[in-house]
């Protein structure tokens, strides 16, 4: 599998998610939304929806991605090697999610703040029509480090253990969790089982990644030891049990802070304050944020990579 995973985040470098390719993303989304009425129509309560809605699509994704590799593994090996790199390519998000933040950070260099305020919103919750650009630039900071794990650590993890049909497991409850696994309005109930799923699956790469953001930060010459010593301090003052280990760990390396007050659908909502108050994010910021979160991808394939030779040598021994 390590060679499987070098090749899918080298693909992820290169390709991305080209904006016109149909990605399995989209159609999970499409297949959330469309499952939402008819499951709340036949179970009496919101829970037991989102139970039956959390189910139905990880296991249907989970077989639809364990059936093609099958397939192709069947036509011939070599096919069934490359559906596997196709698929835990399309599970990564590397090269999107530092697309998306360049979207936000040219606007800020213009002095844009209209159309950095439009491009935030295309990767937070929160409402961004009013932020301040200190607002705008800590949002894109906090949104960097917690896509780190959900976006690359997780996947690749994930993969590692169980090949394409696990990450794709994976893959599918975050999407779940970012679309309903809100705890408030609508989805405070019906999103109850794809919050607590995601809350499982992140809890170990959440907390790889403060350790892995914390070595990074050492290698590429920010304070590796305050983000270690952030993590571990603040990491759980966070609501989530696990975004605010890579926040934590992003605050300590950049000498931010992190958390706050935040509007969401129009409800104020105030987050714990995640590192030392000592001066206004800069736009260098979400530079500095980018190099780690490049960093960060680095050591997660090279050590998942290097872990499964060890265990294939052993196992093979």
């Known amino acids: 599998m390590g060679l499987e995973l070098l090749l899918a985040w080298g693909l992820d470098l290169w390709l991305g998610d080209p904006p016109t390719w149909p990605h399995p993303v989209r159609g999970l989304g499409w297949v959330i939304n469309a499952l939402e009425a008819p499951l709340r129509k036949i179970f009496p309560q919101a829970r037991q929806a989102g139970i039956a809605l959390a189910a139905i699509v990880v296991l249907v994704s989970v077989g639809l991605v364990l059936t093609l590799q099958c397939l192709a593994s069947r036509i011939h090996p070599a096919l069934g090697f490359i559906c596997s790199v196709f698929l835990i390519y399309l599970a990564l998000s590397v090269k999107d999610l530092a697309d998306h933040a ?10 844009e703040l209209p159309a950095a305020r439009l491009a935030l919103s295309r990767i937070v919750g929160r409402d961004t029509a009013n932020l301040s650009e200190p607002e705008i630039i800590r949002a894109t900071v906090e949104t960097i480090a917690e896509n780190t794990v959900d976006g690359i650590i997780s996947p690749l ?3 590692a253990l169980g090949g394409p049909g696990l ?3 994976y893959k599918a409850v975050n999407t779940l969790d970012s679309m309903v696994g ?10 109850w089982a794809s ?11 959440a907390r790889l990644g403060g350790v892995w953001l914390a070595l990074a930060a050492m290698l590429i010459g920010l304070n590796g030891r305050r983000s270690w010593e952030v993590c571990w301090r ?12 890579p926040e934590a760990a992003m605050a300590g390396a950049l000498g931010l802070q992190l958390g706050g007050l ?9 987050k714990p304050s995640l590192g030392d108050d000592g ?20 050591l997660t394939v090279l050590g998942l990579t290097l872990l499964s030779v060890l265990i294939n040598f052993m196992l093979t021994r």
Do not use: M
């Open 157 to 159: 993890v994930y993969a």
């Open 167 to 169: 990450a794709w497991g």
């Open 195 to 205: 919050a607590r799923l995601d809350d499982v699956l992140n809890w170990l790469p």
């Open 279 to 298: 001066r206004d994010p800069e736009l260098g910021d979400i530079v500095q944020a980018l190099r780690l979160l490049n960093a960060v991808s680095v």
């Open 182 to 191: 809100y705890p408030w309005g609508r989805y405070q109930e019906y999103g």
């Open 234 to 245: 603040d990491g759980r003052k966070h609501p989530s049990p696990n975004a605010g280990f």
């Open 262 to 270: 935040s509007s969401y659908g129009g409800q104020q909502v105030n």
């Open 102 to 111: 360049q979207a936000v950070y040219q606007p800020l260099v213009r002095g």
